[in-house]
């Protein structure tokens, strides 16, 4: 019956009664964890050839996950290079393939639109994995990485702010409103950073 123990306890009054803890397994190709007298996984279908034990006491470690700075750490400069050519092409690519979205807006093509920001977002993703592999604009700690962003955003601020002051001189009214509202999103952003800095890792 696959059982694993009998164990002994009290109830409220007292009195000694025993129960069965059923032995686990886990599927090795889903990962579910099943009763071990299942012949078959209900979620994937592998037969119990595929089930090994499973302690949930065992400390547990991941078979594989990503790494920060793998990319880096291969030391050859024709892969490192060409990781931070396409890091800084995807970025590019976000930014021009949401522009695009707005130009199809414009002309009355909402579905060409909607096309450009999804493929803008798989850019994005594909920016955030050459990011993690060169491990140069993020770290391994969130405090750290919203501290640095904090940090950023206030200087993000202040550059654009001076540039829309500076396009208003010189009476550029369209690239002042456009870049002044930018620096206030900047603002904005640091702020929001800033709160969940102090929330989750000061004062602790």
Known sequence: MGLTAQLKNQDKTGVEF?????AKVRCTVCGEILDARVEVCP???AGKDKFV???ENATEEWATEHKLGEGLACGDTE???GLKANFAGECTEV???LAMSRVADREGYPEVAEAYKRIAFEEAEHAAKFAELLGEVVT???EENLRLRVA??????SGKFELAKRAKELGFDAIHDTVHEMAKDEARHGKAFKGLLERHFEGK
């Open 18 to 22: 025993s129960f069965i803890k059923e």
């Open 43 to 45: 979620v994937c279908k």
């Open 53 to 55: 034990a499973y302690n």
């Open 79 to 81: 892969i490192i290079e």
């Open 95 to 97: 930014g021009m393939y």
């Open 140 to 142: 391994d700690s969130s």
């Open 152 to 157: 950023a955003e206030y200087g993000a601020t």
